[in-house]
């Protein structure tokens, strides 16, 4: 059974990485890191000696100054934990005789390219799980599929997992080009950089590595529910182009029609207003009601109803083509 | 493959019904293949050839009805009843972007038993073993014809079906395939089903034929009760035709009609033959040559669906 699975999956992977698609789109991923890391390389100035060499003192001014601010920003909440969340890492530093780095890091470079090229990732997956399941429609190639001794839900599973495999694949690839990137134009030195973090007033020092890829799951989650999208409306329609176009148009507009709608207080049960659950840990909710709890079981729901339709249509309806 | 062989027919068909909205595609088949045989489906375009095998295959669900295949019913036991069967359902589609052979390796995935030897002994019993590694956009129709049989028989099936298989081979390949059909239904006990436009080739390939009109079965035959029904026709080639038809006509009263300078062509019961001869010999008529006409598959098979054409 989960033999024939795997078979399944290599069957499935054999046309994902067999498509000449597939290599354009690794160019582009590690073609887009190269180019923002040159661009950033070219653009951050070089670090002075004097910021070598005093760093303790300037953070301590940089200490004293925060401290003088404070009292006058207890308004905003959210300046004033900023504020506070400097003042604790810079003494940590002092303390532990972390210094700063006074330029682009290449952790920092690993941490920038993060979000945007997540994006891309996602446009490319929702292209993966949509001819996956599209083309065998337009091909004629899911009547040879369709008749042999497995279950139509097998074969959807199947094409799933491995559109979200190529997913895992990808974030492999970007981690490992924007490291070597990094490394090329920040120096290979600064790897081992501390990593801070700031939680209910005191400070921690944890791995770099860890908090990529930390925010690299943050950021799936709406590229899993736009890639699950996508393969619904590929089921549903057995139409690619449609499908492509339809989950990326939502992907890109999602998230800005929710802030335009934020004053209603229905546009919390809508999918985009859930997706960014770093609104949680380093932000303001969308709207001041919405919890972590809640997001999540916003989520659940959509995920669900758009597996449940995908797999009705996909495993129930005729074949035609 | 199964236990059930020896007391199930390959596929049956019981009172097959399919309806799209309010059109009735199919209505009311019911029928057997065994195996063994060559069974061909027969009808004009648009008569739901393709539909009944895409219903024999579990690609569309029945409106009523059921199919079994080696007892096995496409509905209720899937993957016992699709595992017996190899089809390719109207053009053998597949994946362009690879080679013949990693599409084979492909659906070798999806069943068990089947391993490289049996790969490879397939690919030669289809002649593909020159182009078996270039892309498939590469191949010629044929060549893909000659796939999408490899492909269906990987596994070895019970049933092997195919819709008009020879669309797209050359002389040389109808000829294998019909050749290899035949050792298939005789040496493997395959029940093979196809369809095909090509009536002489019908004629040629299939045991027994199904003929579909309107979703409906007009009639289930041997080819050779099929084409002989209706009578047999004749050609004498005599000295004197017109006193020849004379003398027919005067003693048996049979009409024979001019088809040559010198021959007669008629159309009677078998039994009849010897009668004629006998009477024209006492006639003292010379007779030269007895000709049977086989009427081929196509005349009958316009016969029978009103004259309407085929293709
Ligand atoms: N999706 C559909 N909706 C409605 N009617 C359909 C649909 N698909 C097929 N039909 C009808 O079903 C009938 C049978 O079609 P089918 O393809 O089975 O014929 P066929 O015997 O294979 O013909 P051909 O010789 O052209 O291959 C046709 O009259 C066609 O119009
Ligand atoms: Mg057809």
Redesign the pocket.
């Known amino acids: 059974m989960l033999n024939k699975f795997a078979g399944l999956l290599q069957n499935e992977n054999m046309k994902i990485y067999r498509r000449g698609s597939f290599k354009v789109m690794i160019a582009i991923l590690i073609g887009l890191v190269l180019l923002v890391g040159m661009i950033l390389r070219f653009n951050t100035p070089q670090p002075s000696t004097t910021a070598t060499t005093h760093w303790k003192q300037q953070l301590q001014a940089q200490i004293n100054q925060d401290k003088k601010q404070l009292p006058s920003l207890k308004a905003d909440k959210q300046v004033y934990e900023t504020f506070k969340k400097n003042i604790a890492i810079n003494q940590y530093r002092i303390k532990h005789n972390l210094k700063p780095s006074s330029s682009e890091t290449l952790w920092q470079f690993v941490m920038a390219v993060a979000g945007n090229m997540i994006t891309i990732i996602g446009v490319f997956t929702v292209i993966v799980v949509a001819t996956s399941i599209a083309s065998e429609f337009d091909s004629g190639t899911i009547k040879l599929l369709l008749i042999r001794p497995i279950y139509r839900t097998e074969i959807l599973l199947s094409k799933y997992v491995s559109a979200l495999l190529f997913t895992v694949l990808s974030l492999i690839v970007l981690f490992v080009a924007s490291w070597i990137v990094g490394g090329i134009c920040f120096g290979f030195d600064s790897a081992s950089e501390a990593h801070l973090v700031y939680s209910n007033g005191v400070v921690h020092q944890t791995s770099w590595t860890l908090a990529v890829w930390q925010t690299y799951l943050l950021d799936c989650v709406s590229l899993v529910m736009t890639v699950t999208a996508a393969g619904l409306i590929a089921a549903v329609f057995r139409n690619g182009g449609l499908a492509i176009g339809l989950s990326i148009f939502m992907m890109m507009a999602g998230p800005i029609a929710v802030q335009l709608l934020s004053r209603f207080d229905w546009v919390k049960y809508i999918l985009f207003a859930n997706t960014d659950l770093t609104q949680y840990t380093n932000g303001v909710p969308l709207r001041s009601e919405m919890t972590l709890g809640f997001s999540i079981a916003v989520l659940a729901v959509y995920y669900s109803v758009f597996v449940l339709v995908g797999w009705v249509f996909f495993t129930r309806r005729?074949i035609?083509a | 493959m199964s236990n059930n062989t020896t007391t199930d027919p390959a596929v049956r068909l019981e009172h097959v019904t399919?309806k799209?909205?309010r059109?009735t595609?199919?209505d009311d088949l019911s029928f057997e293949i065994n195996r063994g045989e060559v069974f061909g489906?027969l009808?004009?375009?648009?008569?739901?050839?393709?539909?009944?095998?895409?219903m024999i295959v579990g690609l569309m669900r029945m409106t009523k009805g059921n199919i079994y295949i080696q007892g096995h019913s496409i509905r209720g036991a899937f993957k016992e009843a699709i595992r017996q069967v190899g089809a390719i359902v109207?053009n053998p589609e597949m994946y362009k972007f690879l080679t013949g052979y990693q599409n084979l390796v492909h659906y070798a995935r999806m069943v068990s038993g089947v391993d490289k030897e049996r790969i490879d002994e397939v690919v030669k019993r289809v002649h593909l073993e020159n182009s078996i590694h270039d892309k498939v956009k590469k191949y010629s129709l044929g060549m893909r014809q000659r796939l999408g049989v490899a492909q269906a028989l990987l596994h070895r099936p019970a049933v092997l079906i195919l819709?008009?298989p020879t669309n797209g081979l050359d002389p040389q390949g109808i000829h294998d395939l019909r050749h290899y059909l035949h050792q298939l239904s005789r040496e493997e006990h395959v029940a093979v089903v196809v369809?095909s436009?090509l009536l002489s080739e019908m004629q040629l390939m299939c045991d027994r034929i199904g003929i579909?009109q309107?979703?409906k079965l007009v009639g289930v035959e041997t080819v050779n009760t099929f084409v002989n029904e209706g009578g047999q026709t004749v050609r004498l080639t005599v000295d004197d035709c017109a006193f020849a038809a004379k003398v027919i006509k005067d003693k048996l009263s049979l009409e024979a009609v001019l088809a040559d300078d010198d021959t007669l062509e008629m159309t009677l019961e078998k039994e009849k033959i010897p009668v004629i001869i006998d009477t024209l010999v006492l006639s003292k008529v010379k007779i030269y040559a007895v000709v049977a006409v086989k009427k081929s598959l196509e005349q009958r098979f316009l016969e029978v669906t009103g004259g309407k054409s085929v293709e």
């Open positions: 005729d035609k | 399919k799209i909205g059109k595609i199919i489906f009808g004009p375009n648009g008569a739901g050839k393709t539909t009944t095998i895409r109207e819709d008009e369809s436009h579909l309107k979703g």
